[in-house]
């Protein structure tokens, strides 16, 4: 596995490790951990559709089973965090919101999980933006489906594509995040402005070399994600995102991928990020609403609150107390859902 750079490199991470806690233990199940949730009031139905790219997007369509499917119904896409696959947060999002009587739809990114895409793992801000167009496409189509009340949830990475996304797709009528990265912004510049232009400038003659190497037919190399082991070097933020990806609490691998490569983007292809920048022009998404979600200690939460201070009006900030930012992808008891359903019912009514 390669090295690692630009979210998660050394001085970034030093820069987050004081507003990170000090400590997470393996398979923390506690304040409602439950990434794997199955609602009993919610049917479940895998469906794929086809992006304007060809690629096919693979998602699972939650439906509540009390809908009365003579009518038309607000309808939410969710997006998985960087990395991840619908199975990891995403899913837990669209079945309790389709609790809540929205019609969801949690999908794959292109080149991860059961969605389409070569090589595995690739990188590419605009395909990832243009699939949360492609799931709208899709939802319209659907006879119980009212198609101008249609929102998103975009979690962790997703929420940056979300929001690349809405600029240019009005028919997204309200956008929520939630423990948002930029991708843009942490691979330029890392956390805090961890990462100086000599060590971005190193990252990407890095993977300009790796170029070469696999053109000429050797292999593949990853970056980012998640590590595979703790030792008593591994930083808070680290042991935080093992804790999730790395134990029964969050551990899912898809088919099409390996335990291996699962959450680690292809080294090339990441460079893709350098040129990435989400929140310029994100006040043009006004007058629709925006919601921002983050934890008081999410080592991210500088995203969130860069966003808000972007975008135009109407907008909301909402911090969660005691929360972190893997908190966010799995604790029901410190997801503000009741909040995430006022906002849609306002914001799509």
Known sequence: MSRRFAPLAPLALAAALLASPAHVSAADLSRGADNFYVSDAVDIRKVTFRNQYGMTVTGNLHVPKTLDRSRRHAALVVGH??????????????????????????IDLSFWGESAGEPRNAVSPDIYAEDFSAAVDFLRTQTFVDADRIGAIGICGSGSFVISAAKIDPRIRAIATVSMYDMGAANRQGLRNGVSVEQR????????AQRDVEFAGGPTR????????????STPIEREFYDFYRTPRGAFTPASASPE???????????KFLNFYPFNDIDTISPRPMLFITGDSAHSREFSEDAYRRAGQPKRLLVVPDASHVDLYDRVDLIPFDALTTFFRDGLE
């Open 81 to 106: 965090p960087m990395g991840a696959v619908k199975e990891q947060s995403a899913n837990l999002y669209a079945a309790k919101m389709a609790e809540q009587g929205f019609v969801t739809l949690s």
């Open 201 to 208: 400038k190193a990252a990407i003659a890095e993977a300009i």
């Open 222 to 233: 990853y970056t980012s994600g998640s590590v595979h082991a703790l030792d008593a070097k």
């Open 261 to 271: 490569t699962t959450t680690h983007p292809t080294l090339t292809s990441n460079l």
